[in-house]
């Protein structure tokens, strides 16, 4: 029996119920940092409002911990696996590919990291042929960059591979024509798929 | 006749160039996230928002209003081809969608709900030009106690209506009431809850970044979930006797399109209500009520037009608090009202008096959208179900990039971006134990202005909680609130009520 089948939903419910009442309480201790007293005569603490929150917050946790031990709630009697192992592969390997996706964008910025989030992703969970995929990866960071940075005007991070788009707004905010613009553009995004296709043909 | 005059200026706002083409773009948009299963009018909003900052506040508002609108019509959509329903709000399309379609009346089932979807959101708009003046005009009276006792009521519907788990859902409005007072004190100016001296935390927690996380990744993760099974799409003629068939068959509808278009639409009212338990009352009453109700079920149309002309209506009826209340009636309004505040705007009643433009043309341009949704959902069917086929293992890593750059723009902070995540994994477990995850959305959007409103009314009142409860002095917020706590203990009346009567 793998560890996601032994994990039951009455497990996660206890588990998770624990772990809000836990932070419940840290946030009582961190909104206590501020004054947390209110009277007619002075002011309402900084604190006052978190802290009366977090504690509602506390004693709701304590209530389902409470009717999970009664036997209360649909989940305190529940004993089937909290997640599907099928289901957990999808889940996990999302999460994960995710989180390593956002460190990547701190370092790498964020059109390179979608590039191989993109690859890896497709890669892992569809059937699509390797053309496809490099071509998806290549051509939504080129549409996400026209979007955002040309359109909206919105930089997005960049990273170490900031000075690769010196260039890229030479042209953009350059003497260049709104035509030869459209033609960059135009030519830009189709360019993986032609390099794609091209390789294609001629590498075997 | 001022309101009529007012309604023909709104609809000429929404007919100029860029609002229009934003119109019909936000129909299309809202036609596909309804009808993908996963996406639904509140991701579809949450995750273009931050797209929206590019035009003027009353192109953004058009544009958002028609993916809630088209949403609505898309659902159907997935709930009849595939059965699987393409948001929430079209669980109660399935019932009878789907068996038509195995019957082989696919066609039959998409028009009844496109010709509902029309009929629903005809009614309820004009219901929501009749009601929005007045009840403007009423509020424009309320000062901070009343706003405060009008919030509190809206926190209170959760506990008494939402039919979920009382400590799990009080719990989910505490965590966002506490995660909107993240930040500067707004009265004092000192930071509150700055975690491990992070300065992220210093502005405070964007309400996007908790709808994103929670309805972007975490309804993702979801989805991923539930879906790792191959779905069955229905065989499906489109052609003009087939249409003309289906039309034939609404014929037996009208008592349903009644119930549907007038109870989606004040149930949309209420703000833990919107459109899913509009969508399966209308349902359940239409069939109670139905002299064949014993054919509910098996493929009838009746059972198709009533959901889907109430979810339609009461999203309009959702706006009709948003708009003139500032008080947000399902989870896509709250994600609306905190784009208002976004493009800055405020809320509530004033709008009508000094943005009439933007409330107008918002107005005008429901009917508009509900208009072209109909013609464009019945003519780009085929393409629908073309969509439809997209894998989700395409769909998904798209989503998620959507949700990584839309997280990122409003603040460019990556620390934001972390917050996203953490909160859509948070979402996800919670929602799997049952936690309703909505209030909390609400409450990151309410909380602010219910803390702004509760410490203005304390200052009026010397520090006195009596404000809110005097009659003689404040008779409305009296009235809301006694009504707010009445709903509060509601759920814990019930219970010993029927105890009581069982012994007696």
């Known amino acids: 029996m793998s560890i996601v089948t032994k994990f039951t939903v009455r497990r996660a419910e206890i588990t998770v119920a624990v772990i809000l009442a836990l932070c419940s309480v840290a946030l009582m201790w961190k909104s206590a940092q501020n004054r947390i007293t209110w009277s007619a005569e002075e002011n309402m603490g900084a604190g006052f409002i978190p802290f009366y929150l977090s504690l509602g917050m506390f004693i709701c946790t304590v209530i389902t911990i409470i009717k999970f031990f009664l036997k209360r709630s649909l989940q305190s009697t529940n004993n089937e696996p909290f997640i599907d192992p099928e289901a957990f592969k999808f889940v996990s390997v999302t999460i994960i590919s995710l989180v390593v996706l956002v460190f990547a964008i701190g370092y790498l910025g964020i059109y390179f990291s979608l590039i191989f989030f993109l690859a890896f992703y497709l890669k892992y969970f569809s059937e699509k042929s390797n053309s496809f995929i490099l071509i998806f990866s290549l051509t939504t960071p080129i549409l996400t960059f026209l979007f955002f940075e040309w359109l909206l005007k919105i930089p997005l991070p960049q990273g170490i591979s900031e000075p690769l788009f010196y260039p890229v707004y030479d042209v953009m905010y350059g003497s260049s024509s709104l035509f030869m613009i459209w033609i960059y553009i135009i030519a830009t995004v189709l360019s993986p798929s032609v390099l794609v296709l091209l390789a294609n043909r001629f590498i075997k | ?145 009343e706003t405060f006792a009008l919030m509190v009521m809206a926190f209170a519907t959760f506990v008494g209506l939402g039919g979920d788990d009382i400590p799990k859902t009080i719990f989910s409005i505490l965590i966002g009431l506490v995660l909107s007072t993240i930040g500067l004190d707004l009265i004092t100016g000192k930071p509150r809850l700055i975690f491990f001296g992070i300065p992220g935390f210093l502005h405070g927690i964007n309400f996007l970044v908790l709808a994103i996380g929670i309805y972007g990744i975490g309804e993702m993760l979801w989805t991923l979930e539930e879906t790792k099974g191959k779905v069955q799409m229905s065989k499906l003629s489109v052609n003009m006797k087939e249409i003309g068939k289906a039309f034939s068959a609404l014929k037996k509808t009208f008592m349903a399109m009644n119930i549907g278009s007038f109870l989606g639409f004040f149930v949309g009212i209420l703000p833990a209500a919107g459109a899913t338990p509009a969508s399966l009352m209308s349902y359940g009453i239409t069939k109670q009520l139905s002299r064949n109700s014993k054919e509910f079920g098996s493929g009838v149309p009746a059972g198709v037009v009533a959901p889907e002309c109430a979810n339609n209506s009461a999203s309009t009826g959702s706006m009709l608090p948003m708009l003139t209340l500032g008080i947000p009636g399902s989870p896509t309004t709250a994600i609306l009202l905190g784009g208002m505040i976004l493009w800055g705007l405020t809320p509530g009643p004033l709008l009508f008096t000094q943005q009439p433009e933007f409330v107008w043309g918002l107005i005008g341009s429901l009917y508009i959208a509900n208009f072209f949704t109909l013609v464009l959902n019945i003519a780009l069917i085929p393409a629908f179900l073309m969509v439809l086929r997209i894998p989700f293992a395409i769909l998904a890593p798209v989503i998620f990039v959507l949700c990584v750059t839309g997280g990122y723009a409003p603040t460019q902070s990556l620390h934001d971006v972390w917050l996203m995540l953490l909160f859509g994994f948070g979402g996800y477990m919670l929602r799997k134990l049952d936690y309703p995850v909505a209030p909390a959305v609400l409450s990151i959007v309410l909380g602010p202005l219910a803390e702004k409103a509760m410490r203005q009314s304390l200052i009026l009142s010397d520090g006195s909680m009596g404000i809110f409860f005097d009659f003689s002095s404040k008779p409305i917020a009296a009235t809301i609130m006694y009504i707010a706590i009445v709903l509060l203990i509601m759920p814990a009346i019930g219970p010993l009520y029927r105890k009581f009567f069982k012994k007696a």
Do not use: H, W
């Open chain 2, 1 to 145: 006749m001022e309101t009529f005059t007012l309604l023909l200026q709104g609809m000429a706002t929404s007919f100029e160039f860029l609002n229009l083409g934003l119109l019909i773009f936000g129909c299309l948009i809202g036609l596909f996230v309804g009808a993908m299963p996963g996406l639904g009018s509140v991701n579809g909003v949450a995750i273009l928002i931050p797209i929206t900052f590019i035009v003027p506040p009353t192109a953004a508002i058009i544009f958002l209003a028609a993916v809630y609108y088209g949403a609505m019509y898309g659902g159907a959509i997935s709930s009849v081809m595939l059965g699987i329903p393409g948001a929430s709000t079209a669980v109660a399309t399935v019932f009878d969608g789907r068996p038509l379609a195995v019957k082989g009346e696919a066609m039959t089932a998409l028009t009844a709900a496109a010709v509902g979807s029309f009929v629903g959101g005809t009614v309820s708009v004009i219901l929501f030009t009749l009601f929005a003046p007045p009840l403007a005009e009423v509020a424009l009276r309320f000062n901070a106690p």
